[in-house]
């Protein structure tokens, strides 16, 4: 050891080239170490092709083209089916399209509005890619994922503009997911960069175009009617009176409930009740103590006249489910109510913490505006506005989804209705696409989001499951078909009927008034 020692000072340290020399190897190998664990500690962060967990997170965003499931085994089947069906298609002969959907939701009720938007959205690809038609140019389904909440919205809206812009060829955006603020934040950005983008199941009218004559999201069209006018087609089927009417609130809101409330305010105008507010946790999926101003408020509800029987409730699903709750117990037991509210109301159909004594209370209904139901078409054929054809056709497609090569996708169930508005959200991307290139070649990705004023008379409207999809100048749909839908003692979703904005069905034309 001692001549090792002497080695060293005399021979290295002393000598100056070799000083440098050995300084320099250090320096060298020190900067390895530290670059090959930055690296490690990148590529550790690595959940699939596309997709990251973020510093801090336990969730994995981004775009996935593969067969990563974002860790929801629930999703698999479908995924897989999609991964199949993207590895058919020709290269150069295909675009894409990004279904954005919050993947790692951890709620169950938006696990399986993911679910079934995902099936939704693949199965309309599937049809596009095998019509008999032929047309061009053919589908390529890939997922995008903010987060649970949306949080990552930017990481995943940058990788999205990346896949614009290279040998993706992605040309537009659907689904969404809910009307929050992180969803608004996203659709504003991403239509910004001039990506067209299709909400399915998204309703506030904040996050729509042509509010005020103004377009804030240029290229964005929407297949669900806005929080307005579901309000309206409420109006219609049910008759509601600001004489008899209760409304009940989100204070701090998001885009959905805000806009739904204001609704809602304008057909109580003159109400002789004040409007009764709650506070629920920033994270709406979760249950906090919200129950407890609940109760207070069906004490309130109590103590109006008998004459006041119907509520009007601007919430989210798991406040509404509290509200439902709460309501089944109170202490007027002798006292008729009918809960009224927007298309939240669907994430209650088979919700295991609803309870069913509520339901079963012959004085208390709960029913709200669905954006499709699968009874609709079939039980209440309007003469226009939609079809129990057009139903159908999505009822032969699900009916060969059970196998391949159509299939499998897992469970289906259409109550809630996002299977089917996806599906719908979905063949307006291909009709946009398609339309910005009648020769089958690959569309600029500027001319996709311009095909949407033009979505509507009889021969180029989408002839959707839910009904007809006639956008006006901003993208919007006309005169959409509403489904009333009511929950039964077995809290399943029992179609009642189809209502309208306008009052009535649009004429055969489909042509928005000026």
């Avoid at 139903?391 to 996708?409: F, I, M, Y």
Wanted: glycine share 10%.
């Amino acid at each position: 050891m001692a001549r090792w020692w002497r080695w060293l000072r005399e021979d290295v340290w002393e000598i100056r080239f070799r000083r440098y020399v050995a300084l320099t190897l250090a320096a060298v190998l020190a900067g390895l170490g530290i670059w090959g664990g930055m690296t490690a500690a990148k590529e550790n962060r690595s959940c699939a092709p596309g997709v990251v967990q973020p510093e801090g997170s336990d969730e994995c965003v981004g775009v996935s083209w593969s067969t990563y499931a974002f860790g929801r085994p629930q999703f698999a089947d479908t995924v897989r089916a999609i991964h199949r069906e993207n590895a058919r298609l020709k290269a150069g002969g295909y675009v894409t399209v990004a279904l954005l959907e919050p993947f790692t939701a951890t709620d169950a009720d938006n696990l399986a509005d993911v679910l079934h938007e995902l099936q939704g959205a693949y199965l309309a690809q599937y049809q596009a890619n095998h019509d008999t038609t032929g047309l061009k140019p053919k589908i390529r389904l890939v997922l995008a994922n903010p987060g649970s909440t949306g949080t990552y919205w930017k990481y995943t809206v940058d990788r999205l503009e990346r896949m614009a812009k290279g040998r993706d060829r992605l040309r537009a955006v659907t689904g969404v997911g809910q009307s929050t603020d992180n969803n608004k934040r996203a659709v504003a950005e991403l239509t910004a960069r001039g990506i067209p983008v299709i909400g399915s199941s998204i309703t506030a009218d904040d996050l729509a175009n042509g509010q005020h004559g103004k377009d804030p999201f240029p290229g964005l069209a929407r297949v669900s009617p806005t929080n307005t006018d579901e309000a309206r087609a409420l109006a219609s089927f049910a008759k509601v009176s600001a004489v008899n009417a209760f409304l009940v609130y989100d204070r701090t809101g998001d885009p959905y409930t805000r806009t739904l409330q204001g609704s809602f305010e304008k057909m109580l105008k003159g109400s002789r009740y004040e409007a009764q507010p709650f506070t629920p946790p920033a994270d709406r999926s979760k249950e906090g103590s919200t129950s407890n101003v609940f109760a207070q408020i069906t004490n309130i509800l109590c103590n109006t006249p008998a004459s006041t029987d119907t509520i009007l409730f601007a919430g989210r699903h798991t406040q509404l489910r509290q509200f439902i709750n709460t309501l089944g117990q109170r202490g007027c037991h002798d006292r008729r109510f009918t809960v009224l509210t927007g298309d939240e109301g669907s994430y209650l159909a088979g919700d295991r913490d609803l309870d069913p004594s509520a339901l079963k209370d012959r004085l208390l209904t709960v029913r709200y505006t669905a954006l499709a139901h699968p009874d609709a078409w079939p039980k209440d054929p309007a003469r226009t506005g939609g079809s129990a054809a057009d139903a159908t056709t999505l009822r032969v497609l699900l009916a060969g989804a059970t196998k391949e090569p159509v299939g499998p996708v897992g469970p289906i169930a259409l109550d809630d209705g996002q299977l089917i508005i996806a599906y719908d959200a979905m063949r307006l991307a291909v009709r946009g696409i398609r339309g910005a290139s009648p020769t089958g070649r690959i569309p600029a990705l500027a001319d996709v989001g311009l095909q949407w004023p033009q979505v509507k008379g009889r021969e180029l409207r989408v002839n959707g499951a839910s009904g007809w999809i006639c956008l006006d100048a901003h993208g919007n749909p006309y005169d959409k078909a509403v489904p009333i839908v009511q929950l039964t003692p077995e809290s399943r979703a029992r179609f009642v009927k189809i209502a309208w904005p306008e009052g009535r069905p649009p004429a055969k034309e489909c042509l928005p008034p000026s």
